[in-house]
């Protein structure tokens, strides 16, 4: 299945079980849920945005954007954090301004059972195209959807206590307590997203002086051409590469494509964490 094929039916699924869940939450007055469910709804968003970032991040470098667009995962990322920053906050005032009495019921319980299972075959379906390749989006949104089955997990054990509530004091309630555990949960992500994807952008050009030295080594068996220059820019789980080339200034346009092909194949044969390359004569 390729890479905005399985996005697609990924935010289709995502969708769906984020809407199943609000709808319950709406319809048995149960706080936890909502506050799980508008968290799941950016499972639907973040599938979205990366169709559109990994039409722009796979763009080729410029004169403009001379290490191409891989910063725009980063970005991404970033702004994904702060969504999620946002909607803690409204959980924590949808906590304290929550009237509705929340009487447990069994369909609940169905209906995350059923969340569950869809979002089980949506981590089995992004696990399953990350094991041939990486994709710095799938990678998020996998972490995500995890993060989502869990809490739907966490979710239940809530409900489940609230079945028991009669034999709880009073002035606790299980269902404000879950939905405070929740943005809690939420705030930490968050923070985490966007600290760690703010240190990716910080860091992003960095000198790898053991993978230029590997690179140059793999690259020495061609005498078409000689490596100048070698830029190598960090995009979390793999690498890009920027090479400028010194080859013949009569070489044909054909000659030099075929050059540039057989660099492409050669290093992400020889290196799996090698995802993009982008060459040019010097």
Same mark, same amino acid.
């Given at each position: ?21 609000? %709808? ?5 007055s ?18 979205? %945005? ?10 080729r470098a410029?004169?403009?954007y ?28 949808e906590?304290?301004?929550f ?9 609940i ?14 981590i089995?379906?992004?696990?399953k ?5 990486k ?18 997990c ?11 509530e ?65 830029k ?20 044909? %346009? ?10 492409k ?18």
């Amino acid at each position: 299945m390729k890479e905005k094929k399985l996005i697609v039916l990924t935010a289709v699924l995502n969708f769906i079980s984020a809407s199943l869940k609000f %709808i319950l939450g709406i319809v048995f007055s149960f706080s936890t849920l909502i506050a799980d469910s508008i968290q799941s709804f950016l499972d639907f968003i973040t599938d979205i %945005i990366s169709l559109v970032v990994n039409k722009i991040g796979k763009r080729r470098a410029n004169k403009t954007y001379p290490f191409g667009y891989g910063q725009v995962y980063y970005l991404s990322n970033i702004f994904t954090g702060l969504l999620l920053l946002f909607i803690g906050l409204f959980i924590f005032y949808e906590v304290f301004s929550f009237k509705s009495k929340f009487i447990p019921n069994i369909i609940i319980l169905i209906g995350l059972l059923i969340v569950l299972i869809i979002k089980g075959l949506v981590i089995f379906l992004i696990k399953k195209y990350l094991n041939s390749t990486k994709s710095e989006s799938l990678v998020e949104s996998y972490k995500e959807s995890k993060a989502d089955f869990i809490s739907t997990c966490v979710v239940i054990v809530v409900l489940i206590l609230t079945f028991f509530e009669k034999y709880i004091p009073n002035y606790i309630n299980v269902d404000k307590i879950g939905s405070i555990c929740m943005a809690i949960y939420i705030f930490y992500t968050s923070i985490k997203i966007i600290i760690s994807n703010i240190r990716g952008i910080l860091t992003n050009d960095e000198g790898n002086d053991e993978l230029k030295h590997n690179i140059k080594k793999e690259l020495k068996q061609f005498r078409e051409f000689r490596v100048a220059n070698i830029k190598i820019i960090k995009m979390s789980y793999y690498y890009s590469v920027f090479l400028q080339i010194d080859v013949n200034n009569n070489i044909k %346009i054909k000659d030099y494509l075929i050059i540039e092909k057989k660099i492409k194949k050669h290093l992400k044969s020889s290196n799996k964490l090698i995802k993009y390359i982008d060459v040019e004569p010097l």
